[in-house]
């Protein structure tokens, strides 16, 4: 095993949409101490009606510009290659715009999720994953153009168990018949934790399963808990301990060390932290202790590149 980790991160707050608040935001994040910042480019006003708005492009540049951190950039959530057929061209528009601001950025990453489709028939599910593989050998060669590794996320299915989406293994599954050298994964715990209280399984075990393909990691705790009670605020739900809270390292009960045994990530992995706003009051210990769990981690040149 070689340990070749690229470094720690942490996703940068959007603030208002004229980047008004960017700079400061970025400032924040540097000053951490962090090795990389995700860019929230879905929140950034920066795609209207699937062109790129250069001015606002530019804006963002130069905000971005001599700053001592590598980017990586999360693009819109809403790009979906389990939706229906005639949407997914529209899908794919939307992807090429955002990869290509993702290379004038110089990002060394691309956030995108996985599929998400309503629970149905089998045969209905299979012939998703079917659409978003063809569709991700597509997005594949676009990054490879764009000089940016595609990192696709395993989601959860939200909070009523209506929802279909891979499972950390599942998507390992999809990524290895998809081949694509610039299609990558991030894995992101705390979603395969809240994903698996209505499919079941090992959490570790998933992880572990998806590990050789996630170059890029989302870091944040949480409980792994259905948001299945009424709550009137966020601290109600943090009592709780229910849904995908978002909390700094070590306030939920994810496994972290198993999770650090478990797992083989490729050389260049990413651990970026999403840190809801509500904790950056915290946020140097949580950047401390996703560094000493980042100094854990094992990779090899064995694993997926």
Same mark, same amino acid.
């Given at each position: 095993?070689?340990?070749?980790? +690229?470094?720690? !991160?942490?996703?940068? %707050? ?7 608040? *960017? =700079? /400061?935001? @970025? ?127 395993? +989601?959860?299915? !939200?909070?009523?168990? %209506? ?7 599942? *998507? =390992? /599954?999809? @990524? ?130």
């Amino acid at each position: 095993m070689i340990q070749h980790v +690229l470094g720690t !991160g942490i996703s940068a %707050k959007a603030g208002r949409p004229d980047l008004s608040e *960017l =700079a /400061r935001n @970025l400032d924040q994040a540097q000053a951490f101490g962090v090795d990389t910042i995700e860019l929230p480019i879905f929140d950034l006003d920066l795609v209207v009606g699937g062109r790129i708005r250069r001015d606002q492009l530019a804006a963002l540049k130069a905000i971005c510009a001599g700053r001592d951190v590598s980017y990586t950039v999360h693009g819109p959530l809403a790009v979906n290659f389990f939706d229906a057929t005639f949407r997914n061209q529209r899908h794919f528009e939307i992807l090429q715009a955002s990869l290509e601001i993702a290379a004038e950025l110089g990002a060394v990453h691309y956030v995108m999720h996985s599929g998400l489709i309503g629970v149905t028939q089998h045969d209905g599910i299979e012939e998703a994953y079917g659409r978003q593989r063809e569709w991700l050998v597509r997005a594949g060669d676009l990054a490879r153009q764009n000089n940016v590794v595609l990192c696709v996320e395993n +989601l959860f299915g !939200g909070y009523e168990g %209506k929802v279909h989406t891979a499972t950390p293994a599942r *998507l =390992a /599954r999809e @990524l290895t018949a998809v081949n694509h050298s610039h299609v990558m994964a991030t894995l992101d715990f705390s979603h395969a934790y809240l994903n698996l209280s209505f499919t079941g399984g090992d959490l570790v075990a998933e992880c572990a399963a998806l590990a050789p393909f996630a170059k890029h990691l989302h870091i944040h705790d949480s409980f792994g808990r259905q948001d299945d009670i009424w709550m009137f605020t966020l601290g109600e739900r943090v009592a709780y301990g229910h849904g995908d809270l978002h909390l700094p390292v070590g306030w939920g009960d994810i496994p972290w060390d198993g999770l650090m045994e478990a797992c083989v990530f490729p050389q260049g992995v990413i651990f970026n932290i999403e840190l809801h706003e509500r904790y950056w009051h915290v946020g140097q210990a949580c950047v401390d202790a996703t560094r000493a769990l980042a100094r854990k981690a094992r990779t090899s040149i064995a694993a997926v590149a």
